[in-house]
């Protein structure tokens, strides 16, 4: 295990009818923009909610924060809360509204080209709006750490930073919120968790027996409730146990001294930024085809993960394998395709484009930067 320090300054909130804890959270006096996304919390009852809980705060709206969030929506958000003197953010959406609003508390105080930010992976981020959440979709683990991820359309580009500045002050996780989530995104949240935690487990195998033993916990409460959200939208046990796996897969804790394997997203969001293609499934697609491709180098923990989370007894080779194909007969069977066949995407394209991003940017993937760019284009090339 590598040395390491952890702190997590997010307070998190969690249960049913919690919203109504935000007049205490939200500091008073503050002028809150509350942001969110396309209206799923208009018709589903969280923005009146959320209302109803701030009575007496003076706020301003800002909502069409669209999925895979946009620059160029963020910098009109930008212009209006400078305007407005904004001293509070409060996300009210899924994984996309609060990187936006991530992205927003970094931006109001910057001074300077605000895409900047991005282009220094935050590097130029020295003060930040605080933030508050009310999430809405678990999947990406953002309610609790410091990363977003940003597109922009003119240059088709779709870019990560990390500040400690932007992660919440608190974030509120009502398991009810989540009732309205349809069968994609329910998938979609369920793989983007599952993909956090084995990006951060199977790596290079590290005597990490504690933060084996969380991802493993993780992973299979995820295979046990998975399919009851997707069959009983209602149930509250399964929706209260994938919310919290969520944050549970990107709260620090499983990927404390070890190298992480971040290729699936890397490569992923590239997808995404070319085709447009939601995030989880650009994971589904790409996490088997990483694997399959570096397999002796994580033969190891591969064998590990497929004895204690599937139950596979037999020689290393053959388990190591069969967790492959059952994470991907897993995808596929909460409803999100693993091939880029299934989504329209021609595979020889896909793999030159993101070959030559990659060799452009002078990008290599892996825990230890072992996949080039030429690397890239044949594991993509492996998922047609
Ligand atoms: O926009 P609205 O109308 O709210 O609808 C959203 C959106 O259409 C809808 N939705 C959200 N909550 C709902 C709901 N519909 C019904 N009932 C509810 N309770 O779901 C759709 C997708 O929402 P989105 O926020 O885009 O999904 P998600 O939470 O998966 O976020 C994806 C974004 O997060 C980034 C991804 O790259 C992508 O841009 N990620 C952020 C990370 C981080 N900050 O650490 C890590 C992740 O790996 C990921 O990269
Ligand atoms: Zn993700």
């Not at 018709?43 to 800002?62: D, P, S, T, Y």
């Not at 349809?182 to 998938?187: E, H, I, L, P, W």
Request: with cysteine; aromatic share 10%; glycine share 10%.
């Amino acid at each position: 295990m590598f040395n390491f320090e952890f702190q997590n300054p997010t307070r998190l909130v969690f249960g049913r009818q919690t919203i109504s804890r935000l007049k205490d959270l939200v500091p008073s006096g503050s002028k809150v923009l509350l942001t969110y996304g396309g209206g799923s919390i208009l018709k589903n009852g969280v923005h009146k909610q959320v209302r109803e809980a701030l009575q007496g705060f003076e706020i301003v709206e800002f909502g069409g924060i669209e999925p895979n969030p946009r620059y160029e929506t963020l910098m009109k958000a930008v212009e209006l809360a400078r305007k407005e003197k904004i001293d509070f953010l409060l996300s009210v959406g899924g994984g996309s509204v609060l990187d936006g609003t991530k992205f927003l508390a970094a931006a109001i105080p910057f001074q300077g080209d605000e895409w900047e930010i991005l282009k220094t992976t935050g590097g130029v981020v020295k003060s930040a709006l605080p933030i508050g959440a009310v999430l809405t979709l678990p999947a990406t683990g953002s309610e609790s750490n410091g990363s977003a991820v940003i597109s922009r359309n003119s240059t088709t580009e779709k870019l990560h930073f990390w500040s400690k500045l932007v992660y919440p002050a608190f974030s509120i996780l009502d398991p009810e919120t989540t009732f309205t989530l349809d069968a994609r995104q329910t998938g979609n949240g369920i793989v983007d968790t599952f993909v956090h935690t084995v990006e951060q487990y199977v790596t290079v195998h590290q005597d990490s027996a504690l933060q084996d033993r969380i991802a493993e916990g993780i992973l299979s409460t995820l295979v046990e409730e998975g399919p009851t959200a997707l069959s009983h939208p209602n149930d509250y046990a399964a929706r209260a146990n994938i919310m919290w796996c969520a944050t549970q897969a990107l709260y620090g804790l499983v990927g404390v001294g070890m190298p992480g394997d971040w290729a699936s997203h890397g490569i992923g969001h590239e997808l995404t930024a070319f085709y447009g293609l939601d995030h989880a499934r650009t994971l589904a697609v790409l996490l088997p085809g990483v694997w399959r491709y570096q397999f002796e180098r994580k033969l190891k923990i591969l064998a590990q993960y497929g004895s204690r989370v599937w139950f596979l007894d037999g020689e290393d080779r053959w388990v190591a394998s069969q967790a492959i194909d059952r994470t991907e007969a897993f995808f596929e069977s909460v409803g999100v395709p693993t091939r880029l066949s299934s989504y329209g995407i021609d595979a020889k394209e896909a793999a030159a484009k993101i070959r030559a991003r990659f060799e452009v940017r002078g990008a290599k993937q892996g825990e230890e930067g072992t996949l080039s760019p030429e690397d890239v284009e044949k594991i993509i090339l492996s998922r047609a």
